[in-house]
């Protein structure tokens, strides 16, 4: 039935069920609105996520990323410290799949090498004559697959007595993307043991400060206030610079780790504090404490678990801080150092303009740095986003 009596927004037809309204009756879902209301905050927090395009394509990137570590060796076309004497700042080589107007099989051309005694520039000019076909799933440079199984298998070989330098060489004769491949290993994990000092330390401090408050609230407030004080980098550097030169790389490795993570805890516990100061009076928590529970299970159990998704969500935005920091004290000569290879180390070796300047694929180690730092905040926004599905 239509009803058109007037109103304050004028005559507006207004649509009145006749129908007498049971109050027994029980509204039936459709299984679509019973899948979506009976889910879980994980499975919204999916959901949502999944409308965020950018967000998942940089999250497939990083599992491709960290999976690659894995097998560093094995996707590596040498190994970490071949030596190709010959070839000594050699420029990237292109792969090709035509040849004199034929479609042949993916290969790369020689190299032809004189040196210019002008400038004593390394010139290398494409040898068409030397066509070098590029092999997949073959046996090459021999390496032991994280330091302890001996073998030479890899996915991609230059040709037998051939080259295949897709993105150069350095001073040393060394293959750049075998260099990069394995030092993403190092600069990836500094990044996750970093992160995971942090966050305990975070959550730990963060937890204690925000439940308790009193002294204890000023206290840690006192100290990450001091701490926050001092420029980053500098204080990096210094206490870099302050570990001992008899130290062993690996040593240097997990102090560096260390270091990134001891002073990254403060932003995280500041979002623990402020989040528990507004949990800590809610119904739940107060039946809790009235039921006898301590107040680590009342923290751990009952209230962490309702901002879990913001801690997540914080910790992969910490990440990329903790690769750029272990990059710039590399870079500058404080943090890894050789034998070491990570993006960092690397980088330390393009520090002459003049090289660079004469052989610009030296600054190709920043190229996985730029991509990982952006996708992981990609990441981040995602999950920042998805964290609160009910928005």
């Not at 967000?55 to 996707?75: D, K, P, Q, Y």
């Not at 020689?110 to 799933?137: C, H, S, W």
């Not at 920043?366 to 009910?390: E, K, S, T």
């Amino acid at each position: 039935m239509t009803d058109t009596t007037p109103n304050t927004s004028g005559n507006i037809p207004r649509y009145v069920n006749e129908e007498p309204w049971d109050a027994n009756a029980v509204e039936v879902l459709t299984p679509a609105q019973e899948k979506f209301y009976l889910a879980n905050q994980w499975t919204l927090m999916w959901w949502k996520f999944r409308r965020h395009k950018l967000a998942v394509w940089s999250g497939v990137l990083l599992i491709m990323t960290f999976g690659s570590i894995l097998i560093s060796e094995i996707l590596a076309p040498y190994n970490l410290h071949s030596r190709n004497t010959d070839f000594l700042y050699a420029p990237p080589q292109m792969v090709r799949i035509f040849h004199e107007g034929e479609l042949v099989r993916p290969f790369v051309y020689g190299f032809d090498y004189r040196l210019d005694m002008e400038t004593l520039e390394r010139v290398y000019t494409a040898n068409k004559e030397q066509v070098q076909p590029i092999r997949f799933f073959c046996l090459g440079d021999d390496y032991e697959f994280w330091g302890m199984i001996e073998g030479s298998f890899h996915i991609i070989c230059p040709a037998e007595d051939g080259t295949l330098f897709l993105l150069g060489t350095d001073r040393l004769g060394r293959d750049m993307l075998s260099r990069i491949l394995y030092g993403a290993r190092i600069s990836l994990t500094v990044g996750l043991i970093g992160i995971a000092i942090s966050f305990l330390l975070g959550v730990i401090l963060g937890g204690l400060s925000g439940y308790y408050g009193g002294w204890i609230d000023s206290a840690v407030q006192r100290l990450i206030e001091i701490i926050r004080s001092f420029p980053e980098l500098p204080l990096w550097m210094a206490l870099s610079a302050s570990l001992p030169v008899t130290w062993s790389p690996i040593w240097v490795y997990f102090g560096i780790t260390i270091i990134l993570g001891l002073f990254d805890w403060t932003g995280l516990a500041r979002a623990v504090r402020s989040k528990l100061l507004a949990l800590r009076e809610e119904d739940f928590a107060t039946a809790a404490v009235l039921m006898g529970a301590k107040p680590k299970r009342v923290i751990f159990r009952h209230l962490m678990p309702s901002f879990t998704s913001h801690l997540i969500a914080s910790a992969t935005l910490s990440i990329p801080s903790m690769i750029l920091g272990e990059t710039a004290l590399s870079f500058l000569g404080l943090g890894l150092r050789p034998p070491i290879t990570s993006w960092g180390v690397l980088l330390n070796e393009a520090q002459n303009i003049n090289v660079v300047a004469l052989y610009p694929w030296l600054m190709l180690p920043v190229v996985p740095v730029i991509i990982v730092v952006l996708a992981f905040n990609f990441l981040g926004d995602g999950l920042r986003d998805a964290a609160d599905p009910y928005k």
